[in-house]
């Protein structure tokens, strides 16, 4: 994707255009399939509704949409209807399912991040294979992908990232990550040129100080530059480290 592109080109046309790279590159969405959107309400997975909706004439590929908002004990998600209206609009079914994550937690034990984090992503899978989805796309964008690269790395002393394409051995579904070329910076811009607007509760157990932190010291060494974070993405992408597909 040339610069002048991302230079010159309305916000909206940059997330199209990225998200078809990344989709015919990476084979994310072939003929037949069909996709689960896990919608929060936020910004990112409300923009990636959008994209893959108002895409299909640019890809060319016959593919069903729908979208699954998981809601909990500990949010209200009071602007679920305004959600549910905007994806109407964009022609994609809207589901809204209930999780108890916090009536799930065993004596003794905390809220924390990890644990809503597996509870949203198991039922999610299930969800996906009880309705017939072969394919669940998540809204994760590029700042996403290298913020968890580094907190892998400082962390954990491991050369892993999410990847772009995660298939399990174990269940018919596969995950993809269409707005991985992205900024968020990016993503913003098309929300506000779009008016889409927020429409997801604020997790009160949500505060992750160590990926602002990892966020900051981004920025720092890369001045905040689209061009810099694209080209650590693409050695992300070589053979010693297997981002753009994974197997679990």
Not at 167 to 189: C, H, W
Not at 219 to 226: D, I, L
């Amino acid at each position: 994707m040339s610069g002048r592109f991302l230079r010159r080109a309305g916000p909206g046309a940059i997330v199209q255009k990225l998200c078809v790279k990344t989709i015919l590159e990476r084979k994310l969405i072939t003929e037949g399939d069909r996709v689960l959107i896990a919608v929060s309400g936020g910004k990112d997975s409300t923009v990636l509704a959008w994209a893959l909706s108002s895409i299909r004439p640019a890809l060319k590929i016959p593919y069903e949409l729908a979208a699954l908002h998981i809601s909990t004990d500990f949010c209200s998600c009071c602007k679920k209807p305004a959600l549910s209206a905007r994806l109407a609009g964009w022609g994609i079914p809207f589901t809204d399912l209930f999780v108890p994550v916090i009536g799930r937690l065993k004596e003794g034990k905390k809220m924390n991040c990890y644990w809503c984090s597996t509870q949203r992503r198991t039922e999610l899978l299930k969800y996906a294979i009880d309705n017939g989805f072969n394919k669940i796309a998540l809204g994760h964008h590029l700042d996403d992908i290298l913020e968890t690269f580094f907190m892998n790395l400082t962390a954990k002393g491991e050369l892993s990232a999410m990847p772009v394409i995660l298939k399990y051995r174990k269940y018919p579904v596969t995950l993809i990550r269409p707005l991985a070329r992205l900024e968020e910076r990016q993503i913003i811009a098309c929300a506000g040129e779009r008016g889409i607007l927020k429409a997801a509760c604020t997790c009160p157990y949500g505060i992750n100080s160590a990926r602002r932190e990892v966020r900051s010291r981004i920025a720092g060494f890369t001045g905040n530059s689209g061009a810099v974070k694209r080209r650590i993405f693409k050695a992300l992408g070589s053979d010693k480290i297997d981002l753009f597909e994974s197997l679990v």
